[in-house]
C-alpha cells in the first residue's frame, strides 16, 4: 500500500493539494493508494475534493495515530511542533496509514498551504 499523508493549514484549496500529491507520485514514480490526513483536517473542502478528484479513499488519522508515528518521521517541523506537538504532520499521516513497519519513499514536500509526504507499507 501507498500512501499519501497530507499536512495543511485551514482553507487550503484542493488545486494545491493535487499539485503536492502529483509531485509527490512522480518523485517516487508510483501512484497511492490513498490519503490520510490528520482527523482535524478531514471535513475541510479541499481535501474532499482533492481525494475525490484524484480518485482516492481519505482516511482521518486520529492524533494519537499521528503521535505514535512521530518516532519514523524525517523531517522536523517548528510550526508543526510549536501547533501540534508533532514533528511533522504530513509524513506522520502517511507512516500511520501505511503501517507499523511503513517507510517513506518520499519524504515531506512543501506547497503553499500543504506538505506532503509518501509512505509505502509492507505489503507493497
Known amino acids: 500500500m501507498i500512501v499519501a499523508g ?3 493549514r485551514s482553507g487550503c484549496d484542493a488545486q494545491a493539494i493535487i499539485a ?4 509527490a507520485q512522480a518523485r517516487c514514480d508510483r501512484q497511492a493508494d490513498l490519503v490520510a490526513v490528520p482527523a482535524f483536517r478531514y471535513r475541510e473542502a479541499g481535501v474532499q475534493a482533492a481525494a475525490a478528484h484524484l480518485g482516492l479513499r481519505l482516511l ?9 508515528a512521530q518516532p519514523r518521521c524525517v523531517t522536523r517541523s517548528a510550526r508543526a511542533q510549536a501547533a501540534l506537538g508533532v514533528a511533522s504532520v504530513a509524513e506522520g499521516c502517511a507512516l ?3 503501517g507499523p513497519h511503513a ?3 518520499v519524504p515531506r514536500l512543501t506547497g503553499g498551504k500543504a506538505t506532503c509526504a509518501m509512505a509505502q507499507g509492507e505489503d507493497a
Open 6 to 8: 497530507l499536512g495543511l
Open 20 to 23: 503536492l500529491v502529483l509531485a
Open 60 to 68: 482521518a488519522i486520529t492524533p494519537n495515530e499521528l503521535l505514535a
Open 96 to 98: 500511520a496509514a501505511a
Open 103 to 105: 517507510r517513506l519513499i
